[in-house]
C-alpha cells in the first residue's frame, strides 16, 4: 500500500540542515494498522508529513521516494511523492498532531465536511443530499449528526477529535494516518477513540498509521509497528514480537523501562539524550547511549536489513538469520 523507498528529509535552517528523516526504507501492507513509536523529536510527526506529501518549506525531500499504490473499487492507483496530494481524502487522508487546533473554530462542522468531499465525488447531489450522507455516516460512528450544525469551540476535546476522524474517514481512503490521535485526551476518551478507530480499520479493511510516543497505545492496537530513534527506524516488525523479544537494544531498554503488571523490579531510564539533528555522530545514532556500542558502531552506519523472517533491525550487532 505505501513504499518507502530510501527516505531522506531534512529542514532547511539558517543552524544547517537539521536530518529528521534518514534514510528510511519499509513497507506498510494493505488491511493493517501500522504503528510508529519513538520518544519526542525523533521525527515521527515528519515521516508522517512525507507520507502525506506535505512537503513544504523548510521540509525538503532530499532522496528517495514514497509511492502510494493499491485498488479501490476495482480501480488501480499509484502515486509517488510529488503527486500523493492529487489522492488526498480519497486514498489517503490524514489527522494531524494537535488536530483539534485544525478546525476551523468559526465555521461550522457541517462547511468543514461539505469543504473537504471534492464536487467530483458528491455524484451530482445537492449539498442537502451530501450532509443527510454525513450524518448516517456519523450516525453509524455513534456520534450525533446534530454536531454538523456546532462551532468546533462547543464540542469537547474528545467529540472534536471524533468528528476529525470521521472527516478523515467518510470518503473511505485505503490509507489513514493518525498522528498521535489520543494524546491531550483523558484515558477513558482515550480509549473510545481507539476503539473507533479500530473499529473503523475493521470495517474498511483499509490501512492505519498511527503515530504515537505511547507503547501502550502500540501494544493495544497495531498489528505490526516501527521503533525510530534520532530520524530512522531501529526496529520493525510485528508488535506482539516486538514487545515479547525486542532485539535492538534501544528498544530493549524502552521495553525494559516500561512498567508491567506485578513487576515489582525498579525501573531505570536510558541514560543520555538523543543527539542533535544538525550534528549526529557518524556511526549509529544510538551508540553514544548503547552500553553494547563498539568502535564499528561509532563509526559505520549500521544497515537497517531484515533479522528474522519480517524483523527487521539497524544494529552491528545482530546478525542476519535471513539470507
Ligand atoms: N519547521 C521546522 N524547522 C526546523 N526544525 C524542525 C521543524 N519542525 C520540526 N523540526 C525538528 O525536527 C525534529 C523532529 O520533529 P518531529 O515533530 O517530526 O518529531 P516527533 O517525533 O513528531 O516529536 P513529538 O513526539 O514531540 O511530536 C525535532 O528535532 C524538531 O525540532
Ligand atoms: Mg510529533
Not at 488501480?76 to 500523493?84: A, C, R
Not at 509497528?225 to 532485539?247: A, Q, R, W
Request: neutral net charge.
Amino acid at each position: 500500500m505505501l513504499k518507502i523507498d530510501h527516505l531522506s528529509a531534512s529542514y532547511k535552517t539558517i543552524d544547517g540542515n537539521v536530518h529528521v528523516v534518514k534514510d528510511v526504507n519499509f513497507e506498510i501492507y494493505d488491511n493493517e494498522i501500522f504503528g510508529i513509536a519513538g520518544e519526542s523529536g525523533c521525527g515521527k510527526s515528519t515521516l508522517l508529513k512525507t507520507l502525506y506529501d506535505i512537503i513544504e518549506f523548510p521540509l525538503e525531500i532530499d532522496s528517495g521516494k514514497v509511492v502510494l499504490s493499491g485498488e479501490k473499487n476495482g480501480k488501480p492507483f499509484s502515486y509517488e511523492s510529488g503527486e500523493i496530494r492529487k489522492s488526498w481524502w480519497n486514498h489517503i487522508s490524514y489527522v494531524p498532531q494537535a488536530a483539534q487546533s485544525v478546525l476551523n473554530p468559526i465555521v461550522r462542522l457541517k462547511s468543514q465536511f461539505l469543504d473537504s468531499i471534492p464536487k467530483e465525488d458528491r455524484h451530482n447531489e445537492t449539498e442537502q443530499q451530501t450532509l443527510q450522507r454525513v450524518a448516517k455516516y456519523l450516525e453509524e460512528l455513534g456520534l450525533s449528526p446534530d454536531i454538523l450544525d456546532a462551532f468546533p469551540f462547543q464540542l469537547s476535546g474528545g467529540m472534536r477529535q471524533r468528528a476529525i476522524i470521521a472527516l478523515a474517514t467518510f470518503m473511505s481512503p485505503n490509507v489513514v494516518l493518525a498522528d498521535e490521535p489520543t494524546t491531550a485526551l483523558d484515558v477513558v476518551v482515550q480509549r473510545g477513540i481507539l476503539m473507533m478507530l479500530m473499529r473503523l480499520q475493521r470495517q474498511f479493511k483499509n490501512t492505519l498509521v498511527l503515530v504515537s510516543h505511547d507503547m501502550g497505545v502500540h501494544y493495544q492496537i497495531t498489528n505490526r509497528m516501527g521503533i525510530m530513534y534520532s530520524g530512522s527506524f531501529v526496529e520493525l516488525g510485528k508488535t506482539e514480537d516486538i514487545f515479547n523479544d525486542p532485539i535492538h537494544p534501544y528498544t530493549q531498554m524502552l521495553i525494559g523501562a516500561l512498567p508491567r503488571v506485578g513487576d515489582k523490579s525498579q525501573k531505570v531510564g536510558i541514560p543520555g539524550r538523543p543527539p542533535a539533528l544538525t550534528n549526529p555522530p557518524p556511526g549509529c545514532r544510538f551508540a553514544p547511549r548503547c552500553p553494547k556500542a563498539t568502535d564499528k558502531c561509532r563509526s559505520v552506519v549500521p544497515e537497517f536489513c531484515e533479522i528474522k523472517p519480517g524483523r527487521y533491525a539497524a544494529c552491528h550487532l545482530l546478525k542476519p538469520e535471513v539470507k
